[in-house]
T-cell receptor, first 111, second 114 residues
Framework: DAKTTQPPSMDCAEGRAANLPCNHS???????VYWYRQIHSQGPQYIIH?????ETNEMASLIITEDRKSSTLILPHATLRDTAVYYC????????????WGAGTKLIIKP | ETGVTQSPTHLIKTRGQQVTLRCSSQ?????VSWYQQALGQGPQFIFQ???????GRGNFPPRFSGLQFPNYSSELNVNALELDDSALYLC?????????????FGPGTRLTVT
């Protein structure tokens, strides 16, 4: 599976859009980009995933560049409860569904 | 819909002892994965169980073993505990098939080895 690179930490003001970048320059054609987050003292929570096209759900939007070498997770109106570690994971769809996790980005939402 | 539960929440063991951690899957899920998360790091995949058989394993020694039961609940067993085994152990359930990427995690078991 391709490796991902994320900034170790970011701040965002409450009510503003939080944009979390992820680099995955060695991604291959059959690999998806997944985002999870982990709020302190809880298990990780699935947010969104995508292959080529931009995706949006009730939690966030995922923007994938045309060359697929990077992506951005967007939380449109960040709240204090969005403070968490955000993980970007790249993995091929296949029979083994293990996820390879990096250290993630610690996002702090400030009032 | 019942979420993923894990027991116990906290555990303290001595080096050399054995430990069993338990996980109940989300209702309707047939696959369970176990992860180890050291402080300040992302989770590391230990192994996955599907239909009561191990279906993929990460870089963990054989003293880490598991079971999945017919009701899809699961156990993680660790023998001959070492100090480095101190971590948060996470269990995640999923439904093999179209949405197998969407893993639902429990709150974890915090294991401390002294």
């Amino acid at each position: 599976d391709a490796k991902t690179t994320q900034p170790p930490s970011m701040d965002c003001a409450e009510g503003r859009a939080a944009n979390l970048p992820c680099n995955h320059s060695t991604i291959s054609g059959n690999e998806y980009v997944y985002w999870y987050r982990q709020i302190h003292s809880q298990g990780p929570q699935y947010i969104i995933h995508g292959l080529k096209n931009n995706e949006t759900n009730e939690m966030a939007s995922l923007i994938i560049t045309e060359d697929r070498k990077s992506s951005t997770l967007i939380l449109p109106h960040a709240t204090l409860r969005d403070t968490a570690v955000y993980y970007c994971i790249v993995r091929a769809a296949g029979s083994n569904y293990q996820l390879i996790w990096g250290a993630g980005t610690k996002l702090i939402i400030k009032p | 819909e019942t979420g993923v539960t894990q027991s116990p929440t906290h555990l303290i063991k001595t080096r050399g002892q054995q430990v069993t951690l338990r996980c109940s899957s989300q209702s309707g899920h047939n696959t369970v994965s176990w992860y180890q998360q050291a402080l300040g790091q992302g989770p590391q995949f230990i192994f996955q169980y599907y239909r009561e058989e191990e279906n993929g394993r990460g870089n963990f020694p054989p003293r880490f073993s598991g079971l999945q039961f017919p009701n899809y609940s699961s156990e993680l067993n660790v023998n001959a505990l070492e100090l480095d085994d101190s971590a948060l152990y996470l269990c995640a359930s999923s439904l093999r098939g179209v949405k197998s990427y969407e893993q639902y995690f429990g709150p974890g078991t915090r294991l401390t080895v002294t």
